[in-house]
């Protein structure tokens, strides 16, 4: 049976051809207003800017828009274009239809790009050392940071270092966003044995709220077991170090202690010598002592107690022999 309404094509339904079925579905839709970043692809809908997939917030917006306005929708593909969409939209019938919506695109750097050609930080992490100088310990904790902050800005555009700057006493690293110095101390601290201070110094207002910059001062234990510090009138000599924990011992009592950071921070040690370490080979045991020779100088020294080992580090402090 032919169309009654075209009478050209043979009838689908209701005596009515798929074309002519087609044609009598209206499908109304709002023109699209976007506007696109020329430097990083993001697009902005409804005035906020997506920075991942936009092309998918895109096509959500759109199938959104276009189920809240017309009814009976059933599924509905997006082809995207330069200035329109093209959409196949199958209605609960089983007809489809083909519509082009016109999009206004716009041109406009996103906040983001903003920030970082205005070379934008939120946050300084100062890298220094407990020594004052210049470690290579500062270099890695510097990689670690540059790494952390990539790997939070596949998530988050707002996460990026807009400027390392290298000084003479350590580096100083400029972050676009606050929050980001918390998380990558706390990862330091987990590889570190630092000390840290925050200050906020108020860098401006926005919308009528003040805005603060965080500056975030590191210290890293750079300090060779053996190395001799000094604290309230008392000299001890650093053991060993670990995240979290140092242990150092009390040269006139002989005795070892534990700190955590903030007990040893707290304490305002000085660094009195680096670490003086010999070596010495062994040359007899007898008893409870071991005679040990220095393997530079020849010197002969005893020193209690048995050491299985050929030879062996000893740490020197005020002529007396230390074994760590
Ligand atoms: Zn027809
Ligand atoms: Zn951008």
């Known amino acids: 049976m032919k169309c009654i309404l075209c009478g050209i094509n043979e009838a689908y339904r209701d005596g009515i051809c ?43 917006f759109v199938s959104r828009m276009l189920e809240k306005k017309n009814n009976s929708i059933k599924k509905i593909y997006n082809y995207l274009k330069d200035d329109y969409i093209n959409v196949n939209i199958v209605f609960d019938d089983g007809i489809e239809k083909n519509v082009s919506i016109p999009m206004d695109v716009s041109r406009e750097s996103c906040p983001v790009c903003n920030k970082l050609t205005g070379s934008y930080y939120e946050a300084i992490i100062q890298l220094r050392t407990f020594s004052r100088d210049r470690s290579h310990l500062i270099d890695t904790a510097r990689d670690n940071i540059i790494n952390d902050i990539k790997r939070y800005n596949v998530n988050d555009p707002n996460s990026f270092v807009s400027k390392v700057v290298n000084l003479k006493e350590g580096i100083d690293i400029y972050l676009g966003k606050r929050d980001d110095a918390a998380k990558v101390i706390k990862n330091l601290d987990s590889k570190y044995f630092i000390d840290t201070k925050v200050t906020k110094s108020l860098a401006g207002k926005k919308d009528g709220k003040d805005v603060f910059r965080y500056t975030h001062l590191i210290r890293i234990f750079d300090l060779e077991p053996g190395s001799i510090i000094f604290s309230r009138g008392r000299n001890y000599m650093v053991k060993s170090v670990e995240p979290g924990n140092i242990n150092i011992m009390d040269l006139s009592l002989k005795k070892d202690l534990t700190m955590d950071e903030k007990t040893f921070f707290s304490s305002n040690f000085d660094l009195i010598r680096r670490s003086e370490k010999r070596r010495f080979i062994v040359i007899s045991n007898n008893g409870s002592e071991t005679e040990l020779m220095d393997e530079k100088n020849f010197n002969i020294v005893t020193i209690k107690g048995i050491i299985k080992s050929d030879s062996i580090d000893l740490y020197n402090y005020n002529d007396e022999y230390y074994i760590i």
């Open 18 to 60: 798929i074309e002519c079925l087609t044609s009598m579905k209206n499908v109304s839709y709002d023109k699209i207003n976007i506007t696109v970043c020329p430097k990083c692809g993001s697009i902005k809908i409804n005035k906020r800017w997506y920075y991942n997939n936009p092309d998918d917030a895109l096509f959500n």
